[in-house]
């Protein structure tokens, strides 16, 4: 029945229609004239939309997120097209809508796919009121260079741990009624030097064992549409990869939802210096398997009806298309109710989701002395510092458009409102994050936040800040950067704290006053002083509208900090790339002695995390000893709250294969659960090792293997987990 109604509106249709189902445009409501960083006219490029949608030649649309607009522009698709076929609205639905979720990597620290999937949910329900019926999230590429500013977007640097949250987002977004976009396929996080956009040359070892996983398990998940990525990827563009986009994709995955191009990435085949002129690029790009063409501008694809040879290509990209109008719902009712949609916007139950994410997400790096929680009944001031602390637009974070500043709860409103009456709080921003503004592609939702830079008297506002500090009963200092100085087109080529906030926060800590750091970022970034002389750091990140009320839960202890990281924590940018899943690749001595200037090990390890409780691990088992190379061992250990709060801890595995067909990785996460365990409370935990856990993609056989071995699995809270046990796989 639904083929058929398919296949009706495809008979019917032109090929300019064709073309124009495959044809995605930006549509801009924005202010103002032309904007050159697109290279758009936004006076232009509205009617020329809209004039392609009175001819019923545009599929899609991006960029809308007003409802009655979206009804609007719907209605001029539905009269303009002949076969009445409605538009599908996609945007970049990243962390929330209106309420604006901690930024993704955060969400990722909580290591609790239920925390991810419910933010989505909500993120997914604002969107479809609104009228958006598909975001380009979540994001699943690997990130191993944080000097890549698309590290934010990610789940960090380890496939287990990334396919887990893949799979989470794509729940919550389909589950809360919108397609999900996982991108961007493949490898796009390997750029070289971590410069955003350049070329990822990357071994197929690592692709099918590392950047590949998070992209399966999203297909797995059911994921309706992927993007691909702008880059080369091994000196082919990946948005006209064949391999990529149908055989690995489709053919060896079974993937049956619609490919997007990332924007103009199908023009840009021309760039790359790939394809001969735009025509070549669209008759190449349908071909590779790129269903629908996002266009910043003139689409490439308006010369498919040119190029005959692409026909069934055409056929079978519009059909998907098609399939997901009607899988939407989309060509029966394909109008939103907006007044329905103010009333979901402003769910206050959607505000909670957001605070109790940007709860679950926070990482304590170090808390000496059990500084933190803070005690605000034994407290008569705290001095809050730092430009970070009271702004608004970098609370909530980069990839955000359609938030409400208003609400936004910035760390000094969140510590005002719960430090009580009789705490007095004071506020210094002390210096600017960075005396040198850095210019990004999205500053027109909100760029860098200088504090009054013609009447900041940056001497007198740090002497005042250090002032304040000396004069409280502890100094809370809130650094990092600038939201626009991460994200996309934001890389950077140093790892330190921006401007002077490092020299503010040790000539506060030189008072003597108890110091605690908030780091505001979605990077690691340089902190090896403050990990030496800053009793407790927290990490926040961008923690979203409702974060500052978050970070206050955590500091006065209404709720304990439990994330843990997902990034190996350099000492220096010269460390990169450092992950820990690596080889061992020489003699064990020799480890800690790869650099002559520094230590090889980082400064933070992937997976640690402290919070208010205190746990051990103990009774780790192995049942059975041995297995054939298809059987599966289950690991079980005991792990006790010893500490005085109840708290969460995420129990880690890590399994390593002694010897084998390849030199496998030291250790590899294979196993994690967050638990919340009361004060004296144990809890068994129970991992599954199987063959889908042991397995591994072979370079020379090109396949994936089992080899027969003896293996190491160690169990705790981080990677470093001394508790281990080893197993055997047979070759029986
Ligand atoms: C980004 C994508 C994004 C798209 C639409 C591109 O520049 O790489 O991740 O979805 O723009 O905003």
Do not use: C
């Not at 409802?67 to 409605?86: C, K, S, T, Y």
């Not at 063409?293 to 059909?319: C, I, K, N, W």
């Amino acid at each position: 029945m639904t083929d058929e109604r398919i296949e009706d509106l495809l008979r019917g249709m032109t090929p300019a229609q064709k073309a124009g189902q495959l044809t995605q445009y930006f549509y801009f409501q924005l202010p103002g004239e032309a904007d050159p960083a697109l290279g758009v006219d936004a006076g232009e490029q509205p009617r020329a939309v809209e004039a392609a949608l009175g001819r019923g030649e545009a599929g899609s649309l991006l960029f809308v997120t007003d409802p009655d607009e979206i009804n609007r522009l719907q209605r001029l698709a539905v009269e303009g097209n002949p076969h009445g076929i409605p538009l599908l609205f996609g945007y970049d639905v990243i962390h929330g809508l209106r309420t604006i979720l901690p930024v993704p990597i955060a969400m990722a620290a909580s290591w609790d796919p239920e925390t991810i999937e419910r933010g989505q949910a909500v993120a997914a329900r604002e969107a479809r009121a609104v009228g958006i019926h598909w975001t380009f999230a979540p994001m699943v590429d690997i990130a191993r260079d944080p000097r890549w500013g698309r590290i934010i977007e990610g789940a960090g640097e380890d496939p287990f741990l990334g396919a887990a949250v893949a799979a989470a987002q794509v729940r919550g977004f389909q589950g809360g009624g919108i397609i999900a976009g996982p991108k961007h396929f493949a490898a796009y996080g390997a750029a070289l030097g971590g410069r955003d956009y350049d070329e990822a040359n990357v071994s197929e070892y690592e692709l099918w064992n590392v950047y590949f996983p998070p992209f399966r398990a999203a297909v797995e998940a059911g994921a309706g549409n992927i993007m691909t990525a702008y880059m080369d990827l091994n000196g082919v563009p990946a948005s006209g990869s064949h391999w990529l986009l149908t055989k690995v994709l489709r053919e060896t995955w079974g993937f049956e939802g619609f490919v997007v191009s990332d924007a103009n990435a199908v023009k840009n085949l021309e760039t790359h210096g790939f394809a001969a002129g735009p025509a070549d690029a669209a008759a190449r790009a349908v071909v590779a398997g790129v269903d629908l063409e996002m266009a910043v501008s003139e689409p490439a694809y308006a010369h498919l009806p040119a190029a005959p040879q692409t026909g069934d290509a055409v056929d079978a990209s519009v059909r998907r298309i098609l399939e997901a109008k009607l899988r939407l719902g989309l060509l029966d009712r394909p109008y939103v109710d907006a007044d329905r949609a103010r009333e979901i916007l402003a769910d206050p139950q959607h505000r909670e989701v957001a605070r109790e994410a940007a709860r679950r997400g926070a990482v304590l790096l170090r808390n000496e002395g059990d500084l933190l929680p803070l005690d605000a009944g034994r407290l008569g001031s705290i001095a809050v510092l730092g430009p970070l602390a009271d702004s608004k637009r970098d609370t909530i974070g980069p990839w955000v458009f359609d938030f409400d500043l208003d609400e936004t709860v910035t760390v000094l409103d969140g510590i005002r409102g719960a430090a009580g009456d009789k705490v007095r709080v004071e506020y210094a921003p002390g210096v600017q994050v960075s005396q040198r503004v850095f210019p990004s592609l999205f500053d027109m939702f909100g760029g860098n936040t200088p504090l009054d830079p013609e009447g900041f008297d940056e001497e007198a506002e740090f002497a005042r800040a250090v002032r304040l500090a000396a004069a409280s009963d502890v100094a809370v200092v809130v650094a990092g950067e600038w939201q626009n100085m991460i994200g996309e087109a934001a890389s950077r080529s140093s790892l330190e704290l921006p401007g002077r906030q490092l020299e503010l926060l040790q000539a506060v800590a030189a008072t003597g006053t108890p110091t605690v750091l908030l780091v505001m970022n979605g990077r690691p970034l340089d902190l090896r002083w403050a990990a030496e002389h800053v009793p407790a750091i927290l990490d926040i990140w961008y923690p979203g509208s409702q974060g500052g009320a978050a970070v206050a839960d955590l500091l006065f202890g209404a709720a304990s900090p439990g994330g843990k990281l997902l990034f190996t924590w350099p000492r220096t940018v010269g460390q990169v790339p450092i992950h820990y899943a690596h080889t061992r690749s020489h003699e064990p001595q020799n480890q800690g002695r790869r650099y002559w200037d520094e230590q090889s090990t980082p400064l933070y390890a992937f997976g640690h995390g402290l919070s208010y409780g205190r746990f051990t691990y103990d009774g780790l088992t192995v049942e059975p000893a041995a297995v054939a190379p298809d059987g599966v061992v289950t690991v079980s250990v005991e792990v006790t709250n010893t500490g005085g709060r109840e708290a969460p801890e995420v129990v880690q595995l890590y399994l390593h294969q002694r010897h084998g067909r390849a030199s496998r990785p030291v250790r590899e996460l294979k196993g994690f659960e967050r638990v919340v365990l009361a004060p004296g409370e144990t809890r068994r935990v129970q991992f599954t090792i199987g063959p889908a856990q042991r397995q591994y993609w072979h370079p020379a056989e090109r396949d994936w293997v089992l080899d027969a071995a003896t293996f190491d699995v160690w169990v705790g809270g981080s990677s470093t987990a001394e508790l281990g046990t080893t197993f055997e796989v047979e070759d029986r």
